[in-house]
């Protein structure tokens, strides 16, 4: 059953990563609803979270290997430092600043605090809400090549917010950078290359601190492996979906998702049907 289960949130991992909606706060809430009935907890989460971004590294593989190569080029004079692949792999690096430092220092906080379904639902529901108005009314004319370094040190800290379950990672930069100007698959873009080394260092971490408690999970190391592999997966086919969808559509299917979900989470809290901590 517990493997059964994992395959379920390694295919709401893969689902919900990519798009606005916080994949983090999808995985807390549907582990609820599970027959275990449990939080699969901020390490398990952390683990799957490497599939998918696995998935980023084969979409992107030809522009990550040619930013990375850029970068490296630079740093010996064999490029100029203002070759827009060199560029990039600075702002990658310096957008990432902010996460790896609050993610370092608040642990406590993301393993228990941050995990109350009340805090979870308001997120949802008040980022839903700025994400929707930013993305109707913001100037939408800038391209990748225009990014910033102060702009990409923005949408880094916008990026360190999604330690709140429910603010969303892809969310929360995606807002930032729309609200600097960027179209959507700009905005998006970046957002997918920002997130590679966030992610994969909040994974590996939490992969070392599973190894050293024998802890990964309440579904072992069989479901972390298996719900990894189906996210990555799973999150291949949505980023390809996702980066053709944003040519032509707008965030507001998912803005109103995320305020009918939190909504709804308030409501079952209410209701006694959940508590902020588990399943009453």
């Known amino acids: 059953m517990h493997i059964i289960e994992a395959i379920i949130l390694g295919l709401v991992q893969g689902l919900?990563?990519?798009?606005?909606?916080?994949?983090?706060?999808?995985?807390?809430?549907?582990?609820?609803?599970?027959p275990s009935a449990a939080d699969p907890g901020?390490?398990?989460?952390a683990i799957t979270q490497i599939g998918t971004e696995l998935a980023v590294l084969v979409y992107f593989w030809a522009k990550i290997v040619r930013i990375v190569k850029q970068w490296a080029l630079s740093l010996v004079g064999r490029v100029p430092r203002n070759d827009p692949d060199a560029r990039m792999g600075w702002l990658v690096i310096l957008g990432s600043i902010p996460i790896g430092i609050l993610g370092f220092t608040l642990q406590e906080y993301i393993r228990d605090t941050f995990r109350n379904l009340w805090l979870v639902a308001a997120v949802l529901i008040v980022f839903g809400i700025i994400l929707g108005a930013v993305d109707r009314y913001a100037q939408r004319d800038r391209e990748m090549d225009d990014v910033t370094y102060p702009h990409g040190l923005t949408i880094g800290v916008a990026q360190a917010l999604a330690l709140v379950p429910g603010v969303s990672r892809s969310g929360a930069t995606t807002t930032a950078a729309r609200a600097l100007g960027y179209n959507r698959t700009a905005a998006a873009e970046f957002a997918f290359l920002l997130a590679v080394p966030a992610v994969f260092g909040s994974g590996l971490y939490e992969l070392k601190e599973g190894l050293e408690t024998g802890d990964p999970g309440p579904y072992g190391w069989a479901g972390a492996i298996i719900a990894t592999i189906v996210s990555g997966i799973v999150g291949w086919v949505v980023i390809a979906y996702l980066m053709r969808y944003l040519k032509t559509g707008s965030f507001m299917p998912f803005v109103i998702y995320r305020v009918l979900l939190g909504a709804a989470i308030m409501v079952l809290l209410a209701m006694g049907v959940l508590t902020p901590y588990g399943t009453a």
């Open 42 to 45: 901020a390490t398990f989460t």
């Open 16 to 34: 919900t990563e990519f798009l606005p909606i916080s994949s983090s706060a999808h995985i807390r809430i549907v582990g609820e609803f599970l």
